[in-house]
């Protein structure tokens, strides 16, 4: 995909379809002209990432809801993941919610490790702010096969 108008826009939608806090299309806009940046997408999901000298950060990864549990987000991470082991890297990190049991499991069954913890990082509108779990994939494991 290019960073077009259009690309931008498509981001923007999916990301507002699968997040309660979505981010704008100028946020898009700015991340993928950033360095080092990578973007996986099919129709149904997305997965940005940056890439820094030999470590890696999922941005985000966004799943259309009706097509949440059918593979969507394991092949995009498997697809992310052997680009930035292609790039040089030799970590992937990434930032997930304590209360998102189903993104936990997911990126357990893929390999990632616990390495750190944001206290109340994730602010929620209806209860208290919860916590982010840094986890970290080492490359080059066993690359997921999505």
Do not use: C, K
Not at 29 to 48: K, N, S
Request: glycine letters at 8%; aromatic letters at 6%.
């Amino acid at each position: 995909m290019s960073e077009s108008g259009d690309v931008v826009e498509a981001l923007a939608a999916l990301h507002a379809e699968a997040f309660d806090a979505p981010w704008s299309t100028r946020a898009f806009a700015d991340l993928l002209a950033g360095p080092g940046v990578l973007l996986e997408a099919e129709t149904d999901g997305f997965v940005l990432v940056q890439v820094a000298a030999d470590d890696a950060e999922i941005l985000t990864l966004a799943v259309r809801p009706g097509a949440r549990r059918g593979g969507v987000a394991s092949r995009l991470v498997a697809a992310v993941t052997r680009r930035v082991a292609a790039a040089g890297a030799t970590r992937l990190f990434l930032e997930v919610a304590e209360d998102n049991g189903a993104a936990r499991a997911l990126y357990d069954r893929l390999g990632f490790e616990p390495a750190g913890r944001r206290p109340r990082y994730y602010a929620r509108p209806d209860g208290p702010a919860v916590d982010a779990l840094l986890l970290v994939l080492n490359l080059p494991a066993s690359l997921p096969t999505g």
